[in-house]
């Protein structure tokens, strides 16, 4: 056990002596900074009355209706949820407060993360083979079970890692910018014909972590293709691709019922949040866990065993 | 030889994709010994190698690290064994020193004394915080050494050690290896292509051809027990042709101003005494040794030796 935690060890080292990964960190850092920076600047005067805006909004849209400019069904929800923060008392979430900033911070960086960590994962294994450093790694007493093994263990600690870098850095500059207050901050989202409310900062902790998953089976993709194919850029790109593209593509697919199915369909968990719908009507949030657990074995599945029964020739 | 082989190749075959690239090779080195292993290119050295420290699998037969398979207990075989399969690839983004660390933490019993005491072994101690990407490929060389001592192994297994190093760092090469074996003990096992170079490092030279082993062969056995063409200069020729005439196997032939037969060791004196003794004049005797290349050549059949 301790010679597996060494092998841990040694995975990370050679992650984080990497100018690349720390480019990573630094590319974060600056993002998360800018965004915070052209939040304050254009973020406008929220000083008023609150209620007296929101009912000045339901006034105009009301009008607007009477003139026939817009449908009155279109409006309807918009004024169940203002008429909603009226009567719970919740303020609307100013965009300059840490929990907009966290929640927007999210939304708009999420595909960074499995960028970042597909680019690390797709090199886990076939960099080794690009620089023939796998035949020292195979000729010590460690078995290529417990060497593939320790990889995916470092992969999975270094995206908790970027996951805790991200929230910890968007924590301390959102509240450098903003003020660490305005914790019970809530958003009011119309679900299901009902308005309901959340904290702000807890849902965008929960979003955190369905992200997480999804950025895990990306990696563990971007992984298994580096394993098998030996490939750096192969395993990089296609799982990078993917995770840009699939949305288009499930659009277009979405009208066959087979497609919900498709792995990719079903990594994003946050369909299933409040006010979401999932990609094909009836896919529930277990269904989704399922079919995620189903690919994720067998794609273990295949790249243990082709990782420990391939001759090296690199 | 009485002891106990420290790798036993035993029957080995490996099949790809339908062709036989290693046919029943069968051999065994013991402690103490430097083994070479020579072939022509595509012979299957490197496959060979390969298979002894489990990059590859093995079609058919088995071989025994210390008495453990490589095919059933790969963790107590690879613990006698050190290797250096072709370049000694390292992380050129680490230094020469995280290089050793990263390796003692997959051995068992390897401390930081340990680590210490084979940086200055090999002689990288000035250099050892360095970056490897700054290193020169006999410093590489070095390091990859170093990596495949740090356990203590019992078999030391280089592929073309001397492969770009200059003639001081083959010399250096040849030295280390040496001592290895002599004083440490160690089964030695090294390829190369250098036919002259495996002549002066090793024992024994296996010889492999289209996967196949040609024959082992003692390299001293080879140079001393057999007959080596002797040239004489001298003066004059004719009267000294009649003189070594009832030497050696061959009649003596005139060629070039010299004289040329085959005589064995021991003969060479008694013939420069001879000609002494008939006031022939004496400008010099050299003999040349059949080379390994020679041998070599003779057991593939001269075919391409690069």
């Known amino acids: 056990m301790s010679k597996f935690i060494g092998l841990v060890r040694n995975e990370h080292m050679k992650t984080f002596r990497r100018l690349s990964t720390w480019i990573m960190f630094g590319i974060a850092a600056a993002l998360l900074i800018t965004i915070a920076a052209f939040t304050a600047y254009y973020a406008e005067d929220s000083s008023g009355d609150w209620r007296a805006d929101t009912e000045q909004q339901m006034q105009d849209l009301q009008k607007q209706v009477e003139n026939g400019d817009v449908e009155a069904a279109a409006v309807q929800q918009d004024l169940t949820t203002l008429q909603y923060q009226l009567d719970q008392d919740i303020a609307p979430v100013q965009s300059d407060s840490l929990a907009a900033y966290m929640e927007s911070v999210m939304y708009y960086c999420a595909p960074f993360l499995i960028l970042f960590i597909a680019i690390i994962a797709g090199g886990l294994v076939s960099t080794e083979f690009g620089t023939g450093t796998i035949k020292l790694l195979l000729t010590k007493t460690p078995s290529r079970f417990s060497v593939l093994t320790s990889k995916y263990v470092s992969m999975f600690i270094t995206t908790v890692i970027f996951f805790v870098f991200f929230i910890g850095f968007s924590f301390v500059v959102g509240g450098i910018f903003f003020g660490f207050n305005g914790f019970d901050a809530k958003s009011v989202i119309f679900d299901n014909g009902e308005t309901v409310s959340n904290n702000l900062l807890a849902s965008t902790m929960r979003d955190y972590g369905l992200n997480f998953v999804q950025t895990l089976i990306y990696a563990t993709i971007a992984f298994a293709l580096s394993t098998i194919f030996r490939n750096t850029a192969l395993a990089i790109g296609f799982s990078i691709f993917i995770s840009m593209f699939f949305p288009t593509i499930s659009f277009i697919l979405s009208r066959y019922d087979w497609s919900k199915y498709i792995l990719f369909n079903n990594v994003d968990l946050t369909v299933y949040n409040p006010g979401n719908v999932p990609a094909v009507d009836g896919m529930t949030l277990g269904f989704s866990v399922a079919v995620m657990a189903i690919y994720f074995v067998i794609i273990m599945v295949i790249t243990w065993f082709s990782f420990m029964k391939r001759d090296v020739t690199a | ?306």
């Open chain 2, 1 to 306: 030889m009485q002891k106990q082989p420290a790798v036993e190749i035993k029957q080995v075959t490996k099949v790809i994709r339908g062709r036989k690239i290693i046919d029943r090779v069968n051999f065994s080195i013991y402690p103490g010994e430097v083994f070479g292993f020579l072939g022509p290119n595509g012979a299957g050295k490197t496959t060979t190698i390969r298979m002894i420290v489990g990059l590859m699998g093995i079609t058919d037969g088995d071989i025994l690290i210390k008495g453990n398979s490589i095919k059933t207990s790969h963790g107590a075989a690879m613990k006698h064994i050190g290797a250096i399969v072709e370049n000694p690839e390292m992380y050129k983004y680490l230094s020469g020193y995280l290089n050793l660390v990263h390796f003692a933490r997959m051995s068992d019993g390897v401390d930081k004394k340990r680590i210490d005491e084979v940086i200055e072994l090999v002689g990288l101690k000035n250099r050892i915080n360095d970056k490897v990407k700054t290193y020169s490929l006999g410093m590489r060389q070095r390091l990859g050494i170093a990596q495949a001592l740090l356990h203590r192994p019992d078999v030391l297994i280089l592929d073309e050690p001397t492969n770009g190093l200059d003639p001081a760092g083959i010399r250096e090469m040849r030295h280390y290896i040496r001592n290895l074996a002599e004083k440490e003990g160690l089964a030695v096992i090294v390829s190369s292509h250098l036919l002259s170079e495996m002549e002066l490092m090793c024992d024994r030279i296996g010889v492999l051809q289209q996967g196949k082993m040609l024959g082992v062969q003692q390299v001293h056995e080879m140079s001393s027990e057999q007959t080596q063409m002797v040239s004489f200069q001298v003066e004059p020729l004719e009267q000294a042709a009649i003189v070594l005439r009832d030497m050696g196997s061959k009649k003596p032939e005139i060629k070039d101003k010299q004289i040329i037969m085959e005589l064995t060791r021991d003969e060479i004196p008694a013939a420069a005494a001879k000609l002494a003794k008939e006031a022939i004049s004496i400008y010099g005797i050299q003999a040349e040794t059949k080379t390994l290349e020679d041998t070599f050549l003779e057991l593939t059949g001269g075919k391409e030796i690069v």
